[in-house]
């Protein structure tokens, strides 16, 4: 795993959006795996300030969304649809029908897992994979005790998770308790992975990713196996741990 470390949030994004920016401009019919959450919305700031400045275009780029809420409406402000299309989509030049995110409404949750596995070996590899950190180690959100051979799939949150992301609800309670997320399997087959690591909560599980066994019980863990993974980690990790630069 290569580790780079920013001095600020505002840096991480930076770096991860110039990379990004990048890889789209040499290879324009990409397929990007993307993250929802707070870590991701600086890159996102300024990849669409480099689709302004530079004209990066996104009309040939294919992406898929790790993860969606089961029970949420589309437009619900809390959905992941709702999320991608404040921060990115609505702002870039991506073609609707290349934009895949699960479906938390389908009548046949189940099939709807199993046509975006198939929407994903269809159209994929995913060339580049953003990935954010769960406090508890999740990716996507395949909770501790997920198995590696994963594909896409139905999960209940842990209350661990639903905690963490109640800050986005009203309250604890109107977090949905289940999600349909892409796997370990799933997530693993991407030809490289952007893992970005942001702010003091995660430092516990940043040291636990760089010291700890590669466990199920700890999903992230899986990252080591993986080939191309760029760890993208800033300051504030660091000073709550014990890691040093
Ligand atoms: C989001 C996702 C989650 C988040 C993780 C960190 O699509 O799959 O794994 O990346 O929960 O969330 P934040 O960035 O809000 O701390």
Request: proline share 4%.
């Amino acid at each position: 795993m290569d580790i780079i470390h920013t001095p600020s949030y505002e840096a991480l994004s930076q770096e991860a959006a110039s990379y990004i920016a990048k890889q789209v401009r040499t290879n324009p019919d990409i397929v990007l795996g993307l993250a929802t959450g707070s870590t991701p919305t600086g890159m996102y700031k300024h990849l669409l300030e480099d689709h302004i400045i530079h004209k990066t275009s996104y009309e040939n780029v294919t992406t898929f969304n790790l993860d969606e809420y089961i029970g949420l409406k589309k437009t619900d402000p809390n959905s992941y649809y709702t999320f991608m299309r404040k921060h990115l989509f609505q702002h870039i030049n991506i073609k609707k029908d290349k934009i895949y995110i699960p479906d938390g409404l389908a009548g046949n949750l189940a099939t709807e897992c199993e046509n975006y596995e198939e929407n994903l070996k269809k159209n994929g590899p995913v060339d580049i994979q953003v990935l954010g950190l769960g406090e508890n180690g999740h990716i996507g959100f395949n909770e501790p005790g997920t198995s590696f051979h994963s594909r896409t799939h139905i999960v209940e949150l842990t209350e661990s998770t639903r905690t963490a992301n109640a800050r986005f609800f009203p309250g604890f309670d109107d977090v949905p308790t289940h999600a349909i997320t892409m796997g370990i399997a799933s997530i693993m087959s991407a030809k490289e992975i952007i893992l970005l690591v942001a702010g003091k909560n995660k430092a516990k599980a940043f040291e636990q990713l760089l010291y700890g066994e590669v466990s199920e019980s700890f999903p992230a863990s899986v990252l080591k196996k993986h080939p191309c993974v760029k760890i993208i980690a800033d300051t504030s990790v660091l000073e709550e741990s014990s890691i040093i630069a």
